[in-house]
């Protein structure tokens, strides 16, 4: 295994600047996952590490050796994709095998079969080995898939949404496994997604990219506590994150759209900018049919929709042109056309409004 | 009331199967399913693909001829009328709208197709892109408007004839998370202000949970469960459901009822705390079966009751974490608030809640503590 550094790396391409000056590092043994919407830059980034693409400027280091010019082929990177294809007239022990017997690996027939039988094992397809791949569902034949790039043992592994076309109930079960593999493995696993919640399952640490450009990089406890930005704060949040315009007017602090008085509990208030954006994460946001003295409006806001989902709940609220939601365990006792007032238990998240870096 | 003058129809199924030959295969992708939605109902048909939940929609809209069976609409026999003649609206996951006409022009296509009068047209129109709150939209041209704008506009189309009924299938799934979560809560918004009898397919369990009023769960061409929301999760008929249902689904243990006890390894749950089924437990023969319970009903105990088990893993997702754990032969998950700090090693012991335990049939898999239930399935 090997760590891998990115040093102010940036690939053009004929309109696009896909990879804007990008510098991380992922360190031995790691499981880091870059997050980020489509077209962030993402792929295009996996692919400047297994050498698909050559940097237009800046230096990628495999154990801090320079591997700008090192063809791919040499790199020695394992690559799972999206869309896995497997040997369909193979068996899965002979998919499995397969990268093992080319010539330049040398493999002996004996460590061959327990290469194989090991990673098997490890992925629970092991009861499988001997049938085609044509008859797995599709859950199976990602493992086999998974499996084809383990047994080679490469530097390190390169992963680009590989559980993404997975039904949901397959998604879940296979983020834990991945997880549980490189508790077991330890190996260097750079891993590729849209989906945040994939993101926290299983990172070490995450990289958030967007446009190109790296939002802030972090443990998931960081990038959830301690949002860099807007957009980091807003994607990782489901359902979507309660945000509004908040300007300054004399001592006051006023929502934009409405015009009405907010209640920001800021100890160093003068420090503000005249305009900036308040964040309220939707399980932060608490309401109450009577007045307490801590809310945040001086308006009460309608129950618009209920949603009951089971483990948890989520309330829509609305007032005028606002609009914001509430997220708890368990089924509040209300009904929609209900009158609440609004405070906040947990952070008020403030951000500047033009580069939408966190203030507060 | 609102313009929408509460035109609606009830719709009953009875019996309807549906038999492909593919290949040389015979293929049953609808084996006898038996449903009464009324009146302004939203039901939810749910299950994974290949359960013929999308079938049986076809086979409602008169898209697919049931190989037997009837679709009654009000009473009326449709099985031999075309999908025109059934006055079905529907809305599918890619919404085609015309791409060389405005906002205002799709929406008003099929009231012009109608041959309706001019005035009356604008009128319905307006009122309809209002209430979607799409009428800002209306002179632009679709590829100019975000997804959820866009599926919104499909469904104006598609309603602004008030037809009888409404069929979605998997309606959101081709919008990105954040469009989608914003846009279920205002499809629920506004089923709950015009109430039009409404049959939505999908395979995503947490929109059935939020939208339906009922959820049918099917799998393999059979229905599993007819139930609302609530009910489905709490209740469910089955191993299937129980698992299909929440996320992560509910977990499952075996264990053996030995008198009063049932006894998960070195854990041992009286039986006569569970209240509400002391009958039912009463009455059940000891053996080994199936204790299924959902990840959140698993707490820390602080005292040294309950079920020692080994934290694996954790999943940190933000508003809650996924601690997976391991007991001596058997693993299993719960769920804790982000705050709960936990981590892989930990020897904790867990305990059920126990008014939640549910008790599976081994070998049929089906809730023991639902047999003294009546079935919701009715036929009529």
């Known amino acids: 295994m090997s760590s891998i550094r990115f040093e102010n790396v940036t690939k053009k391409f004929k309109y696009v600047t896909a990879v804007d000056g990008i510098s991380f590092e992922i360190k031995h043994g790691e499981f880091v996952v870059m997050l980020g919407p489509t077209g962030a830059g993402k792929t295009t980034t996996l692919k400047l590490t297994a050498g698909i693409y050559k940097p237009d400027s800046g230096t990628i280091y495999f154990d801090d050796e320079p591997v700008n010019d090192l063809h791919p082929a040499l790199r020695d990177v394992a690559f799972v994709f999206q869309n896995y294809i497997l040997y369909p007239n193979m068996s899965v022990y002979d998919n499995l095998a397969f990268p093992l017997r080319s010539k330049i690996r040398k493999v002996n027939k004996d460590d061959v079969d327990k290469i194989v039988r090991e990673i098997a094992r490890l992925l629970h397809i092991d009861h499988l080995l001997s049938r085609g791949t044509d008859r797995l569902s599709g859950g199976e034949q990602q493992r086999v898939a998974l499996g084809r790039a383990l047994v080679r043992k490469p530097r390190v592994f390169l992963m680009d949404e590989p559980l993404s076309n997975l039904d949901a109930k397959l998604r879940e079960e296979m983020r834990t496994e991945l997880k549980r593999i490189h508790n077991e493995l330890n190996e260097t696993f750079f891993f590729v997604t849209h989906d945040y919640t994939e993101a926290f399952s299983m990172a070490d640490r995450i990289i958030v990219l967007n446009h190109g450009k790296i939002e802030q990089i972090g443990t998931p406890d960081e990038i959830y506590e301690k949002p860099a930005s807007l957009f980091v704060a807003s994607f990782v949040s489901s359902p979507p994150l309660n945000v509004f315009e908040v300007e300054k007017r004399g001592e006051e602090f006023l929502i934009t759209s409405l015009d009405e008085r907010i209640r920001i509990g800021y100890p160093n208030i003068s420090s503000l900018p005249p305009k900036f954006t308040v964040a309220i994460r939707p399980e932060d946001l608490r309401f109450s049919s009577n007045k307490n003295g801590d809310e945040i409006f001086e308006f009460p806001m309608e129950i618009y929709v209920i949603e009951d989902l089971g483990t948890f709940s989520v309330i829509t609220l609305k007032y005028k042109n606002l609009i914001l939601r509430q997220k708890s365990l368990g089924m509040p006792n209300i009904m929609v056309g209900d009158k609440v007032w609004i405070s906040a238990d947990g952070p008020i998240f403030l951000f500047d409004p033009h580069d939408g870096r966190r203030l507060l | ?380």
């Open chain 2, 1 to 380: 009331m609102n313009f929408w003058g509460g035109i609606m129809a009830d719709i009953l199924l009875k019996d309807l199967w549906k038999i492909f030959k593919s290949r040389g295969e015979v293929v049953e992708a609808v084996k006898g399913i038996n449903l009464h939605v009324m009146n302004g109902e939203l039901v939810v048909l749910l299950g994974p693909s290949g359960c013929g939940k999308t079938t049986t929609l076809r086979m409602i809209a008169g898209l697919e001829k049931p190989t037997f069976g009837s679709v009654f609409i009000d009473g009326e026999n449709v099985t031999k009328l075309t999908a025109r003649q059934r006055d079905i609206a529907f809305v599918f996951q890619s919404y085609a709208l015309y791409p060389h006409l405005t906002v205002y022009q799709n929406v008003e296509f099929p009231l012009k197709a109608q041959g309706m009068s001019k005035d009356v047209i604008s009128k319905r129109v307006k009122e309809v892109m209002d209430f979607l709150g799409i009428w800002e939209f209306k002179d632009k041209y679709p590829s100019n408007l975000d997804s959820g704008a866009q599926q919104k506009v499909a469904i104006a189309r598609a309603i602004v004839r008030k037809p009888k009924a409404f069929l979605l299938d998997e309606p959101l799934s081709n919008l990105d998370a954040k469009v989608r979560e914003y846009t279920r809560a205002e499809l629920k918004r506004l089923h709950m202000d015009i109430n039009i009898t409404t049959i939505y397919v999908t395979h995503d369990q947490i929109e059935a949970m939020s939208l339906a009023d009922r959820i049918v769960v099917m799998k393999l061409g059979e229905i599993q469960q007819v139930g609302k929301p609530r009910e489905v999760y709490e209740n469910p008929n089955n191993l299937f459901v129980a698992n299909f249902i929440g996320s992560p689904g509910m977990n499952f243990f075996r264990v053996v009822k030995d008198g009063n006890y049932l006894i998960l390894e070195d854990y041992r749950i009286n039986v006569n705390e569970l209240k509400k089924y002391r009958r039912i437990l009463s009455g059940m023969n000891d053996g080994e079966m199936i204790l299924g319970i959902r990840p959140e009903y698993i707490k820390l105990s602080n005292s040294r009751n309950g079920w020692q088990v080994k934290i694996d893993l954790v999943e940190p997702l933000g508003f809650e974490k996924i601690v997976d754990f391991l007991g001596k032969r058997t693993s299993g998950k719960l769920r804790t608030l982000k705050r709960v700090n936990l981590k892989p090693g930990d020897e904790v012991r867990i305990l059920f809640d126990i008014e939640k335990i549910r008790l599976f049939d081994p070998k049929t898999g089906w809730n023991l503590l639902r047999m003294d239930q009546v079935d919701e399935v009715k036929v009529s």
